[in-house]
């Protein structure tokens, strides 16, 4: 009878060890399936930011370009009240060396630098969407590197294998 319940026991011990180490294998496998799925859904989250980076670059270009066009268009028209305005009021304006012209010179000169100003500013938006652009794919590149790390079924075997040593008198009794 004892010799019966131990079989029994050492049967029981087997079982569960083994139990034991399927349990940590199936774990592992399933930790590592998790995370290398994970790793892709940010990489694919990354790559989709970028594009939306691509074309925030591509709005502000455009945006840009039509609020240049209105800027030429009222340093015109604040040229055409000068030249109106002043030529109303007597004074030559097209000729050199005239307050006339120089106001319109100066109002000229003012406008170009409004217009440098606000190109400088679209470039620096468009640079800004770019360089976001570039982070996100570089971290879409990151994660898929991470993604190819994980591998479930070497995860399981290891945790298998890392079981069946420690429970391996359990396991493969002698």
Known sequence: MFIA???????????????????????????????????????????????????????????????????????LASLSQVRSGTA?????????????????????AAGEIDVIRLQENIDREQQRALDQGANFTAQADQYKIQARGYNPFVSGLTAAVGGATKNSDILFPN
């Open 5 to 75: 319940t131990a079989i029994a026991g050492m049967s029981l011990a087997t079982a569960v060890s083994a139990a034991g180490v399927g349990l940590s294998a199936y774990g592992a496998y399933s930790s590592s399936k998790a995370n290398k799925k994970q790793s892709e859904a940010q990489s694919d989250q990354a790559k989709i930011n970028a594009e939306i980076s691509a074309r925030n670059a591509v709005d502000v270009a455009k945006r840009g370009e039509d609020s240049l066009f209105d800027q030429k268009r009222a340093t």
């Open 88 to 108: 109303g009021a007597g004074f030559v304006v097209d000729s050199a060396g005239t307050t006339g012209q120089e106001i319109v010179r100066s109002m000229a």
